[in-house]
């Protein structure tokens, strides 16, 4: 396992969510707020990928929402969560909503207990994975493992987008 | 000093702009004395600006720029090409300092190494004009050597010693004062010394009737004589002339007291009937203007082009006249830093007013609108005089006036003249407090907040719903009234005047036609056409490109033109003018034009479309092909001519606006290439439907026609593709589930008597229909974007969101159209054997 310690700042807020059985984490600042899915009609987009649910409209601005588990080709096999939430993230006024099974908590992660995940693990998320530690829900459970998502994986990654930015080449 | 660079910046960018823009004007008519005076006042303004800045190296070359110029100002000779070529490269040079100025903090040296290289070039030509006029002043050197001026004031004029100051400085500048009697720094302090008269000595450099006609322009002048005191060769007859005493002038500096003196019997019928309105109006224009009796005169005249009529107007007609001619003959830059010394405040603030009455049919608001179109102005007021009550009194003719009752109109309309002064108050408006810059982040925050209060305004309509109490129904339209007008403003404070990218093109044109070996001309109009800012920079590049095929691929060499029997110069039409919503948009060249033929045998070896189709196609559909993604680089490769570099990338750009662009051509005679774009982006008229569940708005300005059918009835299938007829028409009819790609949750069976809509809309000026399942209701729309991310086909323009707090998407009819053609067009069709005589059936099969 190669340690990577070297991130810029000291400790790194993440907000921390459930999404296929795995525990995930997001940069706080790319974060807006947390939506409750439930109360909010999907309006589906004519010709859009099938990892777009559709748009909601979010006090009077329409945001797209992106099915997380088809953009990144994860856990599809496994059922719904019937009260999905959305993380609304923001990054260069560019905003969408990603949807989620649970979101459960903001966590402090220092840098040293964020590191570079082992090469054989990938799962369409980022080529550099990061991983990190964070404690346990309750205080005697043990340390848990989670996944964090980058700002370039969520907003310039090169799996679901490139196919976007290739095909309005085309379309142009 | 630091905050103002940004504005600075900003000000001298779209200064040098208009100077840009003006020069190239001046190109096409040198003589123009009023584009030169309008580019000195704008390279006056600019290095003012710069000078405060403490950009020395601009300001340094404005003066010069400014200089060179002057010149021309009072010469009646036109401006020189190689003049004009320095001045742009002046221009261009200006550009460059302050484009190297914003990217550094401080101002570099090598913009001193620039602006002093051009100084010098300029200095050259200025050295060499002034020449020039140095002999020319020898020759006009006939005037006499020293002439004796004495003036007599009236014994009520008011402040007489101005008015001796006024002649002091009227001869200072038509020659060399020697002495005057009293002397000017006695008089002014004690005006009783005037009451004997005034004698003034002084050596003339202008004849003496000249002179003498200025020094009549001062009023309440009792007496005027000019004595020549050293005979010269000056002819008799012109001193004779001199002496001719002033008639005192009739025009009073309070000016223009009784209006309805002057007017015809007619002219206050029409009044009275209330076909013409009466108007004082007063004015000042900006100190600016650097010829104010010019100004003047053009507004006399733009009003008399208006059906109005000048009753009266202090100064008089016949003086503004004078004062333009006197103004020609002066030398300009003398006048301005008269005007900057304060001695002479008084006097150019008479020559910057002006008073009229004014007849017209027009309410003072548009007068007022007009006025400030027209001119520079730093103040005006404009106020309506009524009729005095007693109207039928009014004389017939106003020579045969019974003075007593002269008196009481006189006073009548002083009374109507000061109470509506009282009234009129938000008539007098200081021009200029009332523009403001204003970021266009704010306007952008505010169109945002107006979109919220319109979607928050219909929400709140649907939910009160049925209430019927009148009381909230009256709350409710107002408050509709209220939002629409918010909206209405805001929105035309987003609009600007289109010339913001065609004043771009001339000097591009110019350089592009130039590095080519092409001579090249352009023609702008409608420049005035107003379009949504946002639209700015998207339409300039796309013009850009537009333009630069019709330079590169249009028009042809001037000897190649000659041969075809053209003028050697090409000519390029930028045209814009708006229609409903839409605002079209026309480049133009008479260049080669397009061969069909041509375009045709190289879509074809490009696979685009087989041999048999290619010879069913109509021009259109053949000129359609240019826009085809995968021609243009065809075209680009060979050489093949005509246009096509990229005509993909501009439709997709156009459409992109939610506009559409078409283009026809004749082959050597020229190409059109034709946009039509939604004038604002921000809000629309839409139709909204009903398909299968979900909610759709559709742009009005798309739809045709509306039309109620049982499908299972009407539609028929023809081939692959499902057609109806109509007004003795086929139409292809799209079924918009095939393009919505939106799972099919809601897809009802469609039974017999199950009715539908087609929505009619145009593609290419053939219909074409779309079938939806029910109209919902038709409403103005907020668009908002939605990013590219989720709409990566385009089929939608955005979305809008409705009182209800439902999403719609905006559909790009355009878009799905297409999409519609390009799949018809790749499935099997056997039509190539079968084809029908009727006209509109290739539209069918062509596709």
Redesign the interface.
């Given at each position: 396992m190669s340690k990577d310690n070297h991130i810029n700042e000291s400790s790194q807020q993440f907000i921390i969510f459930q999404l296929a059985n795995e525990t995930m984490g997001i940069p706080i600042g790319l974060v807006r707020e947390v939506i409750n899915l439930k109360s909010f009609?999907l309006?589906?987009?004519?010709?859009?990928?099938t990892f777009?649910s559709g748009?909601?409209?979010l006090r009077?601005?329409?945001i797209?929402i992106?099915d997380a588990r088809k953009r990144y080709n994860f856990g599809l096999d496994l059922p719904l969560e019937n009260d999905p939430k959305a993380i609304i993230l923001e990054n260069n006024k560019?905003?969408?909503g990603l949807m989620v099974d649970e979101v459960e908590e903001v966590a402090d992660i220092p840098p040293e207990a964020i590191e570079s995940a082992p090469g054989h693990m990938s799962s369409g998320l980022d080529r550099d994975r990061k991983i990190g530690r964070i404690s346990g829900k309750n205080s005697n459970q043990k340390e848990r493992f989670v996944f964090l998502l980058s700002r370039e994986s969520l907003f310039n990654d090169t799996g679901a987008?490139s196919t976007?930015s290739s095909?309005?080449i085309?379309?142009? | 000093m630091q905050e103002y660079r940004d504005l600075f910046f900003d000000e001298v960018n779209s200064s040098l702009d208009a100077l840009s823009e003006l020069l190239s004007k001046l190109r096409h008519d040198p003589n123009n004395k009023n584009f030169i005076n309008e580019i000195f006042r704008i390279i006056h303004t600019v290095k003012g600006m710069a000078a405060t800045m403490t950009y020395n190296s601009i300001a340094k070359l404005c003066h010069k720029f400014e200089e060179t110029l002057d010149a021309y100002r009072k010469n009646p000779e036109p401006v020189s090409e190689d003049i004009l070529d320095i001045l742009q490269r002046a221009l261009d040079t200006l550009f460059n300092l302050v484009e190297l100025i914003s990217d550094s903090a401080e101002e570099p040296q090598s913009c001193y190494v620039l602006a002093d290289k051009l100084s010098k070039e300029l200095e050259n030509l200025v050295e060499r004009s002034s020449e020039k006029k140095k002999k020319e002043l020898l020759i006009n050197q006939s005037a006499p050597t020293k002439v004796e001026v004495s003036i007599e004031f009236q014994k009520d004029c008011a402040m007489p010693c101005v008015r001796a100051f006024m002649a002091t400085q009227l001869l200072e500048r038509s020659g060399e004062l020697l002495s005057s009697e009293p002397a000017s720094s006695d008089f002014m302090d004690n005006p009783d010394l005037l009451s004997q008269g005034f004698k003034l000595i002084f050596k003339p450099k202008e004849s003496l009737d000249t002179i003498h006609n200025k020094l009549q322009k001062i009023s309440e002048v009792k007496l005027l004589e000019i004595k020549v005191l050293e005979p010269s060769d000056l002819s008799a007859e012109q001193s004779e002339m001199a002496e001719a005493v002033a008639p005192t002038p009739q025009n009073n500096p309070e000016a223009v007291k009784n209006p309805f003196q002057n007017l015809s019997e007619k002219q206050i019928n029409e009044l009275k009937a209330g076909k013409f309105k009466l108007f004082r109006i007063k004015l000042m224009l900006s100190d600016e203007v650097l010829n104010p009796a010019e100004q003047f005169q053009n507004i006399v005249k733009s009003f008399n082009d208006y059906l109005g009529q000048i009753v009266e107007s202090y100064p008089s007609l016949a003086e503004i006249e004078l004062r333009v001619k006197e103004h020609q003959a002066m030398h300009p830059l003398f006048e301005i830093v008269d005007r900057e010394s304060k001695i002479d405040l008084h006097q150019s603030r008479e020559l910057f007013k002006l008073e009229f009455i004014l007849l017209i049919n027009a309410d003072p608001k548009s007068i007022l609108d007009f006025m400030q179109d027209a001119c520079e102005l730093s103040k005006i007021q404009v106020d309506e005089i009524k009729l005095p009550a007693d109207s039928t009194n009014q004389p017939t003719d106003t020579g045969t006036v019974d003075s007593n009752l002269a008196q009481i109109q006189s006073d009548l309309a002083k009374l109507s003249h000061e109470s509506s002064e009282d009234t009129n108050h938000k008539n007098t408006h200081d021009v200029k407090t009332s523009f403001v810059r204003v970021n266009v982040a704010v306007l952008e925050s505010l169109m945002n907040s107006v979109g919220e209060l319109v979607i928050n305004h219909n929400r709140l309509q649907s939910a009160l719903g049925d209430v019927q109490d009148t009381e909230t129904r009256s709350i409710m339209q107002y408050l509709h009234q209220v939002t629409t007008k918010i909206q209405q403003q805001v929105m035309s404070a987003r609009m600007v005047p289109i010339n913001q990218v065609f004043s771009r093109f001339p000097r591009f044109i110019r350089d592009i036609a130039r590095s080519l070996g092409k001579l090249v001309e352009l023609e702008i109009i409608g420049g005035e056409t107003e379009i949504d800012r946002l639209m700015i920079d998207e339409l300039n590049e796309i013009l850009t490109h537009l333009v630069r095929n019709a330079i590169d691929h249009g028009i042809e060499t001037a000897d190649q033109r000659e041969r075809f029997h053209k003028s050697s110069r090409g000519n390029i039409k930028l045209q814009a003018y708006s229609q409903g919503n839409n605002v079209f948009i026309t480049i133009s060249d008479d260049g080669r034009g397009i061969d069909t033929d041509n375009v045709k045998r190289k879509a074809i070896e490009r696979g685009l479309l087989s041999l048999e189709r290619a010879e069913a196609m109509s021009k259109e559909e053949i000129m359609d092909l240019i826009f085809a993604t995968g021609f243009s680089t065809a075209a680009q490769v060979s050489d093949l001519s005509g246009r096509g570099v990229g005509m993909d990338v501009v439709k997709s750009r156009v459409s992109s606006l939610g506009g559409q662009v078409s283009i026809d051509s004749l082959i050597t005679q020229g190409t059109t290439v034709k946009l039509s774009i939604p004038s604002t982006i921000s809000i629309i008229q839409a139709l909204i439907i009903s398909h299968q569940g979900g909610w759709y708005a559709i742009p009005l300005s798309d739809i045709r026609e509306i039309i109620q059918i049982r499908p299972l009835e009407q539609i028929r299938k023809l081939s692959n593709c499902e057609v109806m007829v109509m007004h003795n028409q086929t139409i292809p009819v799209i079924k918009l589930e095939d393009y919505l790609m939106v799972e099919n949750v809601y897809c009802k069976l469609r039974s017999e008597d199950d009715t539908a809509l087609v929505i009619m809309v145009e593609h290419h000026e053939k219909p074409i229909g779309i079938i939806v399942d029910s109209l919902i209701c038709q409403q103005e729309v907020v668009i908002k974007p939605i990013s590219n991310r989720a709409n990566m086909q385009g089929l939608i323009n955005g979305a809008t969101v409705f009182g209800n707090g439902r999403v719609a998407m905006i559909l790009n009819t355009e878009r799905i159209i297409e999409l519609y053609r390009s799949d018809k067009r790749m499935q099997y069709s056997p039509w190539g054997t079968e084809r029908s005589d009727d006209d509109s059936w290739h539209f069918v099969l062509g596709k």
């Open positions: 009609v309006s589906r987009i004519p010709g859009s990928p777009c748009v909601i409209n009077g601005q329409v797209p992106i560019e905003q969408f987008t976007i095909l309005n085309a379309n142009s | -």
